[in-house]
């Protein structure tokens, strides 16, 4: 069987040309294998949009791919939750030996990582890890709750300020509740058991499955996606889609039930108006 490149055009990522071009090079840069070892590192990526999620850090973590060599995405509470679990197992080498390996760590809503204690933690973590760091932040590094020493680290890269970091009305979008209605609808179960805790196998693909689509079909961030997908968090969201689009390329059957969906909810062209017939 031979790989399945993509599913229809429609289900491809909604970017639009410039930033695609950006997100397109900062990959080149970031993750270019030909670059081997060499790390350039000039300081972290502060990307200040509303709510601390960027969907230009959400595109560089898809477009990264799913392999957490080269790129690990979380958010800052998990973060947090997850310093304070190894300093409290005794498995903080183990944790920078996590954050050393990819070659880009991406970390939404990053202020929520917590208090004094935890941007210490992270202060170690940040100057041991040889890697990348972008980091969603809801206001700017200096001018928010973190800690001096912490905000001089983030302000020594750059700090890029997003308005209107959301995607683009439009009446042809689909909504996040007729994605889940339509993926449903094709596996065959209720939106309620998508949405649910259920963990079978159907319930887990269409689950993940209706979480890649809302994210291509809407770009709305992981965190209102996950949120609308059962109250899940970010990085929940963010991985379901990552995993499902790698599973795109080799799964044909999967890749057949999203054309299909992707085919329901497209727009319907609207009948027209026939003119009145001319009087003689």
């Known amino acids: 069987m031979s790989p399945r490149r993509s599913c229809s055009p429609a289900a491809r990522p909604c970017l639009d040309r410039s930033r695609f071009a950006l997100v397109r090079y900062a ?53 947090g939750r997850e310093m304070d679990e190894a300093v409290a197992l005794d498995r903080w080498n183990r944790l920078r030996a996590r954050f050393s390996k990819p070659r880009l760590v991406i970390v939404q809503q990053f202020e929520a990582i917590g208090g004094r204690s935890r941007q210490a933690n992270f202060r170690q973590l940040f100057d041991a890890a040889d890697t990348e760091w972008c980091l969603g932040l809801a206001r700017h590094p200096q ?75 809407t770009g709305l961030s992981y965190e209102a996606i996950g949120q609308a997908v059962g109250g899940r968090d970010h990085t929940t969201a963010m991985h379901a889609a990552r995993v499902t689009s790698a599973r795109l390329a080799i799964d044909d059957a999967l890749a057949a039930d999203a054309d299909a969906i992707v085919a329901r909810l497209a727009p319907r062209p609207r009948p027209q108006r026939r003119s009145p017939a001319a009087v003689c």
């Open 143 to 217: 001018a928010g709750p973190l800690e001096s020493d912490l905000a001089g680290r983030l302000t020594a890269g750059l700090v890029v300020t997003m308005t209107g970091d959301g995607p683009r009305p439009s009446k042809d979008r689909p909504t996040i509740a007729r994605i889940i209605a339509a993926t449903a609808r094709q596996f065959g179960i209720p939106p309620a058991i998508l949405k649910g805790g259920g963990r079978s196998r159907t319930v887990a693909r269409a689950r993940s499955l209706a979480m890649l689509l809302a994210r291509r079909l």
């Open 27 to 79: 990959i080149e840069q970031l993750l270019d294998a030909s670059r081997g070892g060499d790390r350039f590192r000039q300081g972290p990526l502060c990307v200040v949009a509303p709510g601390g999620s960027s969907r230009l850090l959400d595109d560089l973590a898809e477009l990264a791919g799913a392999d957490e060599r080269q790129c690990v995405a979380t958010e800052g509470g998990s973060l």
